[in-house]
């Protein structure tokens, strides 16, 4: 099944890094966030990528160029410029990637791929949120409802830890616990071809607003309930955060 990775915003809230690479290409670790997405899906067998490409796409497309030689030792002949690699390490991805323009929404970033993606069930996700969702039953569950689109709905983590009082005496202190407000959309989304019938406003499609109300209207729209971890990469906190569970081996989707 292919997966599309929305890869083109401009990434404004997180200008600090995007000043110097579209924010999919902004590191957690040693990877940028667009790879540790992507072995969230391999870890299932989904390796057929599409990343839909708009700021900054030269450099994504520079990455993936030199992947190969970037990801493996190698030893290089300055005289006949003969390069032997010495240590490898192998990806059997798929990846096509699509500029769809420099200022065009989410919606429109879809719409513009309509031909690309064909008659098929197809995968779509943000290239800035990291989870521990399992990819495998959120296919299942979008094959056993039968409707046109499924999202993978997320509690995430408060941003200030939770006091409980009993008069002054604290009863509870929880540190930045998961918040119980409702749900919100995580991204990890499910289609059938005929959302393509929902983005009728051009680049100046949002996918988040009409054509997933419109979805929920007629009926169409469910949403994957996951418990557990999930982190979107907003802000410069959010970078902090991410890198520092990831440098203590606390990272969930790792």
């Given at each position: 099944m292919k997966v599309i990775l929305l890869c083109g915003g401009l990434g404004t809230r997180l200008s600090e890094e995007t000043n110097l690479v579209p924010k999919p290409m902004v590191r957690i670790g040693d990877l940028p966030i667009l790879l540790h997405i992507m072995n969230i899906y391999e870890k299932h067998q989904v390796n057929d990528f599409t990343l839909a490409l708009g700021f900054k796409a030269d450099v994504?497309?520079?990455?993936?160029?030199?992947?190969?030689?970037?990801?493996?030792?190698?030893?290089?002949?300055?005289?006949?410029?003969a390069v032997k690699y010495l240590r490898e390490s192998h990806k059997s991805w798929n990846i096509d990637l699509i500029d769809t323009g420099l200022n065009t929404l989410t919606g429109g970033r879809l719409a513009r791929l309509k031909n690309h993606v064909g008659n098929e069930t197809f995968m779509l996700t943000y290239g800035d949120g990291v989870s521990d969702v399992n990819i495998t039953e959120l296919i299942k569950f979008h094959k056993s409802h039968g409707k046109i689109a499924t999202f993978t709905a997320v509690r995430p983590p408060s941003r200030f830890g939770v006091i409980e009082f009993d008069g002054d005496q604290v009863t509870s202190f929880k540190e930045k616990p998961q918040t119980q407000d409702g749900w919100i959309n995580g991204g990890y989304f499910v289609f059938e071809p005929e959302i393509f019938n929902y983005l009728d406003e051009g680049d100046e499609?949002?996918?988040?607003?009409?054509?997933?109300?419109?979805?929920?209207?007629?009926?169409?729209?469910?949403?994957?309930?996951?418990?557990?971890f999930w982190q979107c990469m907003d802000t410069l906190r959010d970078k902090t955060y991410l890198n520092k569970i990831w440098q203590d081996g606390q990272a969930p989707w790792a």
């Open positions: 994504i497309k520079e990455y993936f160029l030199n992947f190969y030689a970037l990801s493996n030792d190698l030893r290089i002949d300055l005289q006949t410029g499609t949002i996918l988040e607003r009409r054509p997933l109300e419109k979805l929920a209207e007629d009926g169409q729209l469910m949403g994957f309930k996951h418990e557990g």
